[in-house]
């Protein structure tokens, strides 16, 4: 039976940049155990020798001619913005004495 | 009028029998009537709805040539951008937000001059079997409203299911057109994955993800899937090949010395007897058809659901980092002196709904060093065996079939703190996500014990989807005449309908 602890979903909600409330942390972790379980089913086959499938297609990389085509304006792309100023998206502080 | 296939809605206004702006409206007083019940509809633009269909009509009296299904209306599922109309993909941490521009297919919807009705309810992102993960409540299933519509896609199934819409678009990362479509008693189609462009469909797994048609007939499904198909230069992996004739082998609809292959793996131990026998009858109305059955065997089919369990939640891990409270989309917490980390972390919390969360935790676990290699790893292995598994099935049948889902729809709340018992409804759907192919599910019927539809799923190798359509027609119009009337016409009136 795998588990995992509420310290380690803790840790994880962190990476994932997720606040989460102390119940929240405890029915995950409690949840976690069971789903990891019924994943962990794919390690059940022998799997040597089998090449990884990223996407079904055999795509290589597409490129378009480098010509300029029409997008969006500042306004429209700024439509949606929690906060702005000086037509730029106004963001908290990033670097500094926060943390 | 609203009872009508989309095919014979069109070919009325084709002959000025009606106009659009008639046949919109009548369905929005649909919408009205019903839809407090049904709760398909996360948003009904009525204006926007007339305003097009007053266009198309106008077009049309000048004497434009119109796409076939021209002044049909439609519902679309939340999940594609729709310039300045509300699109939330069923989250709050999207509510209130108009995007800027069109999706590919929305763009292709309008230049049809197919009318855009409203937005339809989904669970959030279209992570979810059942529509109960919408962060605005549930939809209602058609045939039992005590009961859920299935998911993602479930606000579109149930709007053509209740005729608040003839046709309907969803999305498809697990099954969330096929397996909605059969829990409300319609058609639902995934077409080949690179077949509809992505550009403007809200990302949850995006190896995985397709958008295609509802409809209620064959027909109806694949004359919109002709219309919103083809190869986009603004999606990388759009197929730049042309769309195949779902059309005409939608009209032709023949089986006769098509060979069809059974999955042994998707029947029997699982699935709801009502599911079985309506699945193993229209095997025999197929055979009687002419059409060869065949049984092959899929053993990796046995670890799909594992693999798409990592899979999906590991893109979509890294596909929802964008909702980052900087661009667009909610922000929480933004005091002064709160950093953008802190507040990028309370509005995830305050945006994203349970199952969101748990699918992007998991994700993250899969994805992380020492456990990598040992999870998406092993499941992108998997995958291979999986498209192995179905080219060599594909080697011996033109296309392969099982049950939709395991069972007919479930009650609301059933199944909504039981994740694993959740997912496990996705199981006979996802081998086609994981092999980019396509797959269709049309009704084989009501199960003996519940009367609530059962699906009949369609499978066929990538490019080749008017197979589904061939076969799904040819089992259509014989089940219709062994019936004597469309399934829908044994669904419940619903309150308040005229």
């Known amino acids: 039976m795998s588990s995992l602890s509420r310290d380690d979903v803790a840790k994880l909600a962190g990476l994932a940049r997720i606040e989460m409330t102390e119940s929240e942390l405890v029915e995950l972790s409690s949840q976690f155990g069971m789903i990891l379980d ?14 990884a499938t990223s996407h079904p297609q055999p795509l290589e990389n597409i490129a378009r001619p480098d010509v300029v085509l029409p997008s969006l304006s500042p306004e429209d792309a700024l439509s949606g913005a929690p906060a702005q100023e000086e037509s730029r998206f106004r963001v908290p502080q990033i670097l500094g004495e926060a943390e | ?35 407090g019940q049904v709760k398909a509809f996360l948003h009904v633009d009525t204006e926007g709805a007339l305003a097009q269909a007053k266009d198309v009509d106008a077009r049309r009296k000048s004497g434009e ?22 699109t939330t993909a ?34 959030e992102f279209a992570m979810g079997s059942s529509t109960e993960n919408s962060g605005y409540g549930p939809t209602f299933n058609p045939w039992d409203l005590t009961r859920t519509p299935g998911g993602s896609s479930g606000g579109s199934a149930a709007a053509v299911s209740s005729f608040e819409a003839p046709l309907a678009i969803g999305s498809d990362t697990g099954g969330s057109i096929r397996q909605p479509a059969a829990l409300t008693g319609i058609v639902g189609v995934r077409p080949t994955y690179g077949a509809v462009s992505r550009f403007g469909l809200i990302a949850y797994s995006s190896s995985l993800d397709q958008a295609g048609p509802f409809g209620r007939t064959v027909l109806d499904t694949a004359l919109l899937h002709e219309v919103m198909a083809g190869h986009d230069v603004r999606d990388a992996t759009s197929i730049n090949a042309p769309v195949p004739a779902v059309v005409n082998a939608a009209k032709s609809g023949d089986v006769k010395g098509m060979k069809i292959g059974v999955i042994k793996q998707l029947q029997g131990e699982g699935y709801q007897k009502g599911v079985q026998s309506r699945f193993d009858e229209s095997l025999q109305v197929l055979a009687s058809l002419g059409a060869e059955i065949v049984e092959v065997d899929c053993p990796s089919f046995e670890y799909a659901l594992a693999a798409y369990y990592l899979i999906a939640p590991s893109e979509c891990s890294s596909n929802l980092a964008r909702f980052d409270a900087m661009r667009y989309g909610l922000r929480t917490g933004d005091v002064d002196g709160a950093s953008a980390e802190a507040v990028m972390s309370a509005t995830r919390d305050a945006g994203f709904g349970r199952e969101v969360k748990r699918r992007i935790i998991l994700g993250t676990y899969a994805l992380s060093s020492g456990y990598y290699d040992a999870y998406y790893g092993s499941a992108q292995k998997i995958r291979t065996l999986i498209i192995q598994d179905y080219a060599k099935a594909f080697t011996k049948a033109d296309v392969l079939v099982s049950p939709t889902a395991p069972t007919t729809a479930y009650k609301i709340g059933e199944k909504v703190d039981d994740p694993m018992a959740m997912y496990l409804g996705d199981v006979a759907t996802i081998p086609v996500n994981l ?12 199960a003996d014990e519940d009367s609530l539809p059962v699906g009949f799923q369609i499978m066929a190798p990538a490019m080749q989807d008017q197979r589904l359509y061939q076969a799904g027609a040819a089992l259509e119009a014989a089940l219709l005449s062994k019936w004597g009337a469309p399934i829908l016409s044994k669904a419940p009136e619903l309150k308040g309908a005229k």
């Open chain 1, 38 to 51: 019924a994943v962990a089913r794919v390690q059940e086959m022998d799997l040597s020798g089998v090449k």
């Open chain 2, 1 to 35: 009028m609203i009872h009508q296939s989309a095919a014979q809605m069109a070919d009325a206004l084709a002959k000025g029998e009606t106009t659009s702006v008639e046949l919109t409206q009548a369905h929005l007083d649909r919408i009205a009537a019903v839809d």
């Open chain 2, 65 to 86: 040539k119109l796409s076939p299904i021209a002044g049909v209306p439609l519902a679309l599922k939340d999940v594609l951008a729709q310039k300045g109309v509300p």
């Open chain 2, 90 to 123: 069923g989250s709050k941490i999207l509510q209130g937000w108009r995007p800027p521009y069109d999706s590919t297919v929305v763009s292709k919807l309008k230049s049809a001059g197919v009318v855009i009705m409203g937005k339809t309810n989904m669970d």
């Open chain 2, 435 to 446: 092999a980019g192919i396509c797959g269709m599910s049309l009704p084989a019927g009501l």
